[in-house]
């Protein structure tokens, strides 16, 4: 009888395991068959933490998807303000505050961001862009059309090919 009650447990592992494996499938199959939104910067749909300063405010912008509590986010901020990358495309260095509860009150994130620091208190950036990772670099114009989005660990320098 032994035996026969582990061929049970067996069984069951096996089940719990196939039906969690189909889970996982359908939720990953339904997340990738979404239509998203394509991002768009307006800056009614996301709350100020710190506004942009006034000679930056009508520039194109580099927008980071930023965790406060991520260290990578704060790397990528310093590195883009390293090498100077929204400065040379004109635009202005602004950080987008992302799955953050409740409202923060200015985090200093290490670095200058003349764009403003923008709080996502809608979930926009996950629930309506389907974005995922931290430090992905947005670049709007200056009308908040998307130009392009730069991965957290692509080169600001290579523009998409037409």
Known sequence: MG??????INQLALAASLVLFAAIGVLWWRDRSRTWETP??????FA???APESAFAS????LVA???????CRERLASLTRDGAADSCG????????????RPERPDLGVPLPGGIWWD?????RDAWGRRVYGETFVFSTDGTLERVIATDGDWRVLPAR
């Open 3 to 8: 035996a026969t009650l582990q061929q049970r």
């Open 40 to 45: 768009r910067f307006d800056p009614a749909r």
């Open 48 to 50: 100020p933490v710190a």
């Open 59 to 62: 520039r194109p912008r580099f």
């Open 66 to 72: 930023v965790h406060p509590g991520c260290s990578h």
């Open 91 to 102: 635009a202005a260095l602004a950080a987008l505050l992302v799955d953050v509860e409740p």
């Open 121 to 125: 208190s809608a979930g926009v950036w």
